[in-house]
Nanobody, 115 residues
Framework: QVQLVESGGGLVQPGGSLRLSCTASSNIMSFRIMGWYRQAPGSQRELVARISSGGTTTYADSAKGRFIISRDNTSNAVLLQMNSLKPEDTAVYYC?????????WGQGTQVTVSS
């Protein structure tokens, strides 16, 4: 069983930045895909960004040009650098990992963008 623990959420003003971190309980080099999803109140969970074991990245249109996803294999972590944050980025952000045919989720971290 793999555990994913997110950190780095919080309250930030519009235009600010946050860096989310997701640390896995085991070596992530074999994780096929790791990613970040978010869910705002009253909305479905949606993809923000994901990265494959080979480093290929995919971003939601809303994240392109503002967010950067990366993997740190030495720390067993996937990072999400979020810049130029907007109020509509407010949501609970969840880390996700796909290992073979299994999907794992973290418990989420709250990001609130407000003045």
């Amino acid at each position: 069983q793999v555990q994913l623990v997110e950190s780095g959420g919080g309250l930030v003003q519009p235009g600010g930045s946050l860096r989310l971190s997701c640390t896995a309980s085991s070596n992530i080099m074999s994780f096929r895909i790791m990613g970040w999803y978010r869910q705002a109140p009253g909305s479905q969970r949606e993809l923000v960004a994901r990265i494959s074991s080979g480093g290929t990245t995919t971003y939601a249109d809303s994240a392109k040009g503002r967010f950067i996803i990366s993997r740190d294999n030495t720390s067993n972590a996937v990072l999400l650098q979020m810049n130029s944050l907007k109020p509509e980025d407010t949501a609970v952000y969840y880390c996700n990992a796909i290992i073979l045919l299994n999907i794992y989720w973290g418990q989420g971290t709250q990001v609130t963008v407000s003045s």
